[in-house]
């Protein structure tokens, strides 16, 4: 009798150790994005503090199936359907870094995903217009965006080489596809002193980031990333505007 109860009580007493705070499922994921925030993020030298609060504050595992919640806070992509992937939540910051946001900007995005980068750009950018080819993954990236509450989100199914004229020019524009050469439609479609980063190339890929300035484009590789190929007019050969 005594032994039975002196193992059970060791068994509270050990549960109890593996979670002290009984965490609800939420407090575990939001203590889980702390962490990647800062092993992850500010570890490898993303400092601005406002892309630090925004990647902190959005649910990336709210844009992945309830089976991966646990691993949505992991150094990695993940799959999201449809042969495409979730960003690795570095990138999303570097990237997002890269376009220097302060809250007043109107911003195009190509390749909405499962959306989370879009609500990472709709906490520090004014507007965000963002297009999506597979119309199951816009849809679906969009009805996640609304049930979090972004207002300041739109998001179009198509192919979004030619961008979106009727809203041009964007002070910032962010692609998640990679094309080999880069869209000169989307170039177009900066405003002078904005800023443009995408992955250029095939199997080996660069980070791109471009700046519109008044005496020109200026070109910046950054790192070396692999992301899905851009498909459609991506794909069909432009050898104007290879590299
Ligand atoms: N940042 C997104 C990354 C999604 S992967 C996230 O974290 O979820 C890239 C996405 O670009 C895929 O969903 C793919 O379908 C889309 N895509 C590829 N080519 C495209 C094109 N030409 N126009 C619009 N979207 C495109």
Redesign the pocket.
């Known amino acids: 009798m005594a032994w039975h109860w002196i193992f059970g009580s060791l068994c509270v007493i050990l549960a109890m150790m593996g979670n002290p705070k009984h965490q609800s499922l939420e407090e575990w994921l939001a203590a889980r994005r702390k962490a990647m925030v800062r092993e992850q993020i500010a570890a490898r030298g993303i400092t601005d503090e406002r892309v630090l609060a925004a990647m902190e504050k959005v649910p990336r595992h709210r ?1 992945l199936p309830k089976h991966l919640w646990e691993e949505a806070y992991d150094d990695g992509p993940l799959p ?1 359907g ?1 042969g ?4 690795q939540p570095y990138i ?1 910051a570097y990237m997002t870094e890269q376009l220097a946001l302060t809250g007043e900007e109107k911003v195009l995005e ?8 879009t609500a990472i750009l709709a906490e520090l950018a004014k507007e965000v217009f963002s ?4 119309p199951e ?1 816009g849809h679906r990236a969009a009805r996640i965006l609304k049930e979090l509450g972004y207002t300041n989100v739109h998001v179009r199914i198509g ?3 030619r961008g979106w004229p009727e809203e041009a020019p964007f002070d910032a524009i962010l692609i ?2 990679a094309p080999d050469h880069i869209p000169q439609p989307l170039i177009d479609q900066l405003k002078e002193g904005g800023r443009m980063i995408l992955p250029v190339g095939d199997y080996y890929q660069d980070l791109v980031l471009i700046r519109k300035t008044a005496e020109g484009i200026v070109k910046e590789s950054k790192i070396p990333v692999r992301f ?1 190929p ?3 007019e ?1 794909e069909q050969s432009h050898p104007t505007d290879k590299r």
């Open positions: 844009f999201i449809y495409q992937t979730i960003s999303v190509i390749g909405t995903g499962s959306g989370y980068q297009i999506e080819i597979v993954l192919d979004g080489y998640a596809a899905v851009m498909r459609g991506a």
